[in-house]
């Protein structure tokens, strides 16, 4: 069987959405009538975390395990950390878009037995947290407070453990500085500014109003979508750093873990088959690379 190419990946997934299918038809008309709505619209669909945080709730969290919720900016975290081990080394845990925490458990579970203290973030608009919309800068920022405040309390970061686009994030925020010792990627996206290609093809957006809304991200942002590129932020990043991608990833492409791989002095590459995208956060050999490549 041929696997599905990310386009087909991402338009069957919003296809399922009958919200989503009106909005693809409204896009259309505002980029014949209302070209200036067509770019504020589209930037808020694209802002906006699918599936809703709301269906990311479910589930209780064990005793073992702290829960807190910081304002951030406009939104909150959800910050998860366990009572035991309270003096180990840190590990910071971070899920991807339309991800929650919840996905990282199995991870959780394999740093704690490594020895280390494994902790959990919902970013923005994701799970627990408050917000309605977010993106990839803004889950950088995310990660800088979040390792702001573990050392305020004391706690010392060794790793962080990144899952697609908050891997790109990741690996962005070591670029600029973040102190650790270990960063694991695992299907980190090479462009972020494909991403706005492939929105724009789901949704039959222009290239004049694909363009437009990436300018108006970048703008309110203050920083251009190819410094998380790995060209530019790979030379950037000291940490010894392991990338996890499978070869039949349809959301983000191997090519682009080896881009990471290629980029990042010293970074080694962990391929693996069947897994897809998701399938690898849960994996017995997955874990266990990861926790070896922690100690």
């Known amino acids: 069987m041929t ?65 807190e919720s910081w304002p951030f900016e406009d939104a909150s975290l959800t910050f998860y950390s366990p009572a035991a081990a309270p003096h180990a080394p840190t590990v910071l845990l971070v899920h991807g878009w339309g991800g929650h925490a919840r996905q990282m458990l199995a991870l959780a579970d394999a740093v704690a037995k490594a020895g280390l203290r494994p902790v959990l973030v919902d970013l923005p608009a994701h799970g627990r947290s408050r917000g309605s919309v977010s993106n990839l800068p803004q889950f950088a920022r995310a990660i800088d407070y979040v390792a702001a405040r573990l050392a305020q309390q004391g706690h010392t970061l060794h790793a962080v453990i990144a899952h697609s686009l ?16 270990r960063l694991v990627l695992l299907a980190p996206p090479a462009s972020p500014r494909e991403f706005t290609r492939l929105f ?76 897809g995208h998701r399938k690898l956060l849960k994996e017995p050999s997955v874990l266990e690379a990861v926790a070896t490549f922690l100690r």
């Open 3 to 67: 696997a599905r190419t990310t386009l087909q990946a991402a338009s069957a997934f919003y296809d399922t959405s009958p919200g989503v299918r009106v909005f693809r038809l409204a896009l259309g008309a505002f980029q014949r009538l209302w070209p200036s709505l067509a770019v504020r619209a589209a930037y808020r669909l694209f802002g906006t975390p699918l599936p809703p945080r709301w269906l990311q709730r479910g589930g209780t969290w064990s005793a073992g395990w702290r829960v």
């Open 166 to 181: 908050g891997a790109n994030a990741a690996a962005y925020a070591a670029a600029r500085g973040l102190a650790m010792q």
């Open 200 to 275: 724009a093809a789901v949704f039959g957006l222009s290239e004049a109003t694909r363009a437009r809304m990436q300018s108006r991200i970048e703008a309110r942002e203050g920083v251009l979508m190819a410094q998380f590129e790995p060209h530019a932020s790979g030379p950037r990043i000291r940490a010894s750093t392991l990338v996890v991608h499978d070869r039949a990833d349809s959301i983000n492409r191997f090519h682009d873990g080896e881009a990471f791989v290629a980029a990042i002095a010293g970074a080694k590459l962990l391929p693996t088959e069947g897994l």
